[in-house]
């Protein structure tokens, strides 16, 4: 049974960094594309950015292409996010999920997800 546990979330100030990490238990990292998603309260959770599996290539949303990375660490079993010049409007809790080999921005796609993990940008 595949399981993901996400961490590295909390209150950062508008301008600063926060760096999520996302473990997978039950199996092997190298068979899943990882995607990061976001639900602000009151809105539809959005994805965020995927890691590939076969060849390890990221993708972005648009608002966040050039503040975020997205990793991976085969040898830890732990896909990451970073967040640079975080916003106020990047507040959410965050989710990182799992599908087999190649990812999508698409929530309906992925098979197993975290519990998620808050992130808050405020002064």
């Known amino acids: 049974q595949v399981q993901l546990v996400e961490s590295g979330g909390g209150l950062v100030q508008p301008g600063g960094s926060l760096r999520l990490s996302c473990v997978l238990s039950?199996?092997?990292?190298?068979?899943?594309?990882i995607g990061w998603f976001r639900q602000a309260p009151g809105k539809e959770r959005e994805g965020v950015s995927f890691i590939n599996s076969s060849d390890g290539s990221p993708y972005y949303a648009d608002f966040v292409k050039g503040r975020f990375t997205i990793s991976r660490d085969a040898a830890k079993n732990t896909a990451y996010l970073e967040m640079n010049s975080l916003k106020p409007e990047d507040t959410a809790v965050y989710y990182c999920?799992?599908?087999?080999?190649?990812?999508?921005?698409?929530?309906?796609?992925?098979?197993?997800w975290g519990q998620g993990t808050q992130v808050t940008v405020s002064s």
């Open positions: 999920a799992a599908r087999p080999e190649w990812g999508l921005l698409e929530p309906r796609a992925y098979d197993y």
């Open positions: 039950g199996s092997t990292l190298d068979y899943y594309a």
